[in-house]
């Protein structure tokens, strides 16, 4: 998983966790009855909005993204040099053996797609497709966690009515005052670290790897065409390298 949403997350929680523990107990905090109205709330909402595929697979993706390891784009070079190189010298067909061997499924089809003699413009336009269908995706993904990180800090304004409503319909019972005064509070909050520390950070964080991993795909899908051009595997290479960042781009070169 991403180490920096780990340590972000882990480390939001600590500060907010020791600030309570510094001054109280943990327990008066935790309220089933506020995760539900937030929680539950925002869930419905989101699959009113949008649909429960369009939930489901806001989670699938984000998961995927998450946990999918972060490659070196200069790495990613040399390869499609290495590949290059062996289609100029052997023919295209030689690569399909390498094909198999490849773990990112946009440059796979593309491979075997070009190995398979697809012609040029036809393989552009599947390739753009595909990068177009992933940023369809993303945009949603990223859209479902924003709508989600909106909705969280109304439903804690909703918890917070319905917990004083409760505690002025029983304002003689001390017990059920208090009661009504939690869940009133208790809502607000978790629906202010709802948005803030989970929902909005995530479409960021989503937003952030997801244009990464586009931004791979391009780079993977200029140097396809390269290669079924027959180009010099070195003006491949500089068109490459225009998808890695400047410092990167003057390591690689020296």
Known sequence: MDKSTIIGLVGAFTLVIGAILLQGELGLFLSLSAVTIVGGGVI???????SIQDVKGTFSLLAEILTSPQNDLRTDIELMNMFARKARRDGLLRLEDDVREVENNFLQNG???????????????????????????????????????????????????????????NIQDPESLGAGLAVALLTTL????????IFNPLAGKMEHLGEKQIIRNRMFMSAIVSIVDEENPRLMENKMLNYV???ERSEYRE
């Open 44 to 50: 419905c909402s989101s699959i009113v909005n949008y």
């Open 111 to 169: 491979l075997q797609l070009a190995v398979d003699g697809t012609e040029k413009d036809t393989l552009v336009t599947i390739m753009k497709d595909q990068l177009q269908s992933s940023r369809r995706n993303l945009n949603k993904g990223v859209d479902v966690l924003g709508s989600m990180a909106e909705y969280s800090p109304a439903f804690g304004m909703i918890g917070t009515v319905i917990g004083l409503i409760l505690m002025l319909q």
């Open 190 to 197: 978790y629906g202010t670290a709802f948005a803030n520390m």
């Open 245 to 247: 960042s400047p410092e």
